[in-house]
């Protein structure tokens, strides 16, 4: 059964701070992975999707990589703002089935 | 598009009584799902069909949880009869099927209050 850590499970920096949340999953045989964002009281979004043959994506201040050899994805937000504040969740895809992390609140401080 | 469309959006219902908890996907997927968040869990998959088919259960936790999907567009989650420890947020998701490079669309929710 794959199992999806993230560490920390929350996080304070200071705004402008480059930062990184971490995602490890036990099974490798994956199809791709999500990273999404949650604000308070409302769904998810999706942020990158990476192939399982691909290594990163990026989307603007956001790249995420993954290494499936070691069971690792990370995501990396640069010049972190006030309104990243949110948290971030990793999903694994696994035949149209996703399992998720349980998520890292990040908090961005002015 | 309107993208994933959940009502209600917040549900306070008494121990014993029947909730119903609609969704209506975006226009073109064909896969839908339904999650459930706690704080103690997380996310949890309940059931997801594929062309208005169920598809896995597995995650649905007892024979009070049922759900039907009788068209391309709209879905429900029943729980009959509803108790407290069912209180969370329910999510309702969809996506095209057999692309492997197609994202997840989640709606905003549904807020279950079981007093």
């Known amino acids: 059964k794959q199992e999806v850590t993230q560490i920390p499970a929350a996080l304070s920096v200071p705004e402008g701070e480059n930062l990184v949340l971490n995602c490890s999953f036990t099974?490798?045989?994956?199809?791709?992975l999500q990273w999404f964002r949650q604000d308070p009281g409302k769904g998810l979004t999706s942020l990158l999707l990476?192939?399982?043959?691909?290594r990163e994506q990026t989307s603007g201040r956001l790249n995420a990589s993954l290494d499936k050899s070691s069971g690792r994805s990370t995501l990396y937000i640069a010049a972190s703002q006030p309104g990243d504040s949110a948290t971030y969740l990793c999903?694994?895809?696994?035949?149209?089935?996703?399992?998720f992390g349980g998520g890292t609140r990040l908090m961005v401080k002015p | 598009d309107a993208g994933v469309i959940q009502s209600p959006r917040h549900e306070v219902t008494e121990m014993g009584q029947e909730v119903t908890l609609r969704c209506k996907p975006i226009?073109?997927?064909?896969?839908l799902f339904w999650y459930r968040q706690t704080m103690m869990r997380g996310l949890e998959l309940l059931i997801y069909?594929?062309?208005?088919?169920?598809?896995?259960d597995s995650g649905m936790p007892e024979d009070r949880f049922s759900a039907k999907m009788p068209n391309a567009s709209f879905s429900t989650l029943k729980i009959q009869p509803s108790e407290p420890r069912d209180s969370a947020v329910y999510f309702c998701?969809?996506?095209?099927?057999?692309?492997?490079?197609?994202?997840?669309?989640f709606g905003s929710g549904t807020q279950l209050s079981v007093l």
């Open positions: 999903a694994l895809n696994a035949g149209n089935m996703l399992t």
């Open positions: 069909f594929n062309n208005n088919v169920p598809i896995d």
């Open positions: 099974d490798s045989a994956i199809y791709n």
């Open positions: 998701a969809s996506s095209r099927r057999g692309r492997t490079n197609e994202k997840l669309f």
């Open positions: 226009s073109g997927h064909n896969s």
């Open positions: 990476i192939q399982s043959s691909q």
